[in-house]
């Protein structure tokens, strides 16, 4: 899977153009999973360009009321059926907005109860690598979900998405050895806890350069894209790259 987080970019018309040159350069692809999450306000538009194609549209948050008095939020009723997953638990919502790792649970939680796929994100800050806590904390975000849920999802329905905080927009990868190895530890942690493991993805800094590169080690099974998923021709070399490493496999 590859997916990419618009993040708080793009007016509508933009995004909208943007959605229509994803679907001519992606829309043909058989082998990978691709997925754009625009802002909420574009989600509607940029369904109706994807409506024909395999290009799946996710949203960035929800919030884990049904509805109500919550100014300003979108719940998953509002999402159910028509988009098809939301990104949870990203590191700029953790950091910038301070969610915990219980709000995140909750939000995980409530967009299953509605059918959502889910791509949870998780990862360590710079202090906590070098601290050597790396594991330790992602153990705590995935626990922290897994704790919630009566059941873990079908390993299809939900995606993790390793995402080490220093690593984002800062243009400094991972080494794919780095991304590898957390991956790694999420995959089998993830299979001890519930049996099977979801796909697992790597984000931070991935580019058109180093794509193929992180794609090819066992084990990330594709990235979610920030800033190179502006560009839809970098976006679509990342999917090309996508499709070469599982066509490899
Ligand atoms: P980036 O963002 O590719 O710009 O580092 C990744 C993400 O935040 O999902």
């Known amino acids: 899977m590859v997916a990419g987080n618009w993040k708080m ?32 306000v574009h989600l509607w538009p940029v369904r109706e360009v994807l409506a024909a194609s395999s290009i799946l549209l996710g949203a960035q948050d929800v919030f884990w009321e049904e509805g109500g008095a919550y100014t300003g939020e979108i719940s998953p009723p509002m999402l159910a059926g028509w988009c098809d997953l939301v990104l949870v638990g990203h590191s700029e919502r953790r950091h910038l907005f301070g969610e915990t790792d219980a709000q995140t649970a909750h939000k995980f939680a409530a967009a299953r109860r509605h059918g959502l796929m889910v791509i949870l994100a998780v990862g360590e800050t710079e202090t906590e690598r070098d601290e050597g806590r790396t594991v330790p904390v992602v153990d705590r975000q995935l626990e922290a979900v897994l704790a919630e849920i009566d059941a873990p999802p079908p390993a299809d329905e939900w995606v993790i998405a390793y995402e080490p905080v220093w690593a984002i927009g800062t243009g400094r990868t991972a080494s794919p050895a780095q991304a590898e190895e957390v991956c790694a530890h999420i995959r089998a942690a993830v299979s001890a806890r519930a049996g099977e493991s979801p796909r697992v993805l790597y984000g931070g800094s991935v580019t058109a350069d180093n794509a193929a590169e992180l794609f090819s080690r066992a084990g990330i099974d594709g990235g979610l894209i920030g800033g190179a998923s502006l560009k839809p021709e970098l976006f679509a070399d990342i999917v090309a790259a996508a499709a070469l490493a599982a066509l490899a496999r």
């Open 9 to 40: 970019n793009t007016t509508i018309p933009d995004g909208v153009a943007l959605a229509r040159a994803v679907l001519e350069r992606c829309g043909a692809e058989g082998t990978v999973d691709v997925a754009v999450l625009p802002p909420f």
